[in-house]
């Protein structure tokens, strides 16, 4: 299988034991990929493939997805709404515990890191989103010379496609983009 990421934008928010579990659980991986290894520095999560092909250097950095880990409040019931009026009430205190979630979030460099096994790394990352109750995954890829939209919003897959034009300024008008061969403001 060859593939190519163009481009690739991502708000995903999993719990951290989602993510992990999933890993456990000895998901199907791309051909490409022997393994997975998982790192954790700080408040960073680092999945980095491990590939199957042996003539690839052990020097030769693969691709890798890098999530930030964040601690937030999740709740049982939904809190109620401040400034709603309590007369005679007793202040409640709602369940709930603090979760870790992993946070995909940015484009292709922040998000899928290094170029070797790039593609089937992204289809892990996919996989993920899958799996994601928030946020949302928009990518361009290439498979097989065929151009692919993927989008996949909340855990579900949402229609996309891709537009190809031939001057990208007629499409949006180019009235929001600087020119910066003639600008006066640069000299």
Known sequence: MSGRVFRLHSTLELPLETVTDYFENDPELPPEIEDIDITRRNNTLIIKAVAKDESLSKYTPT?????????????????????APRWGEEEEEIPSELVEFACFKGDRETVLQNTALQYPMFLVLRDLARLAEKGTLTAVTEEDGDLHATRIVEGEERAASVEVVENPQQNNGGGNTVNWRDNKFIS
């Open 63 to 83: 691709a890798q997805l890098k999530a930030s880990v964040t601690e937030n409040r999740v709740y049982e019931e939904e809190p109620p709404r401040a400034g």
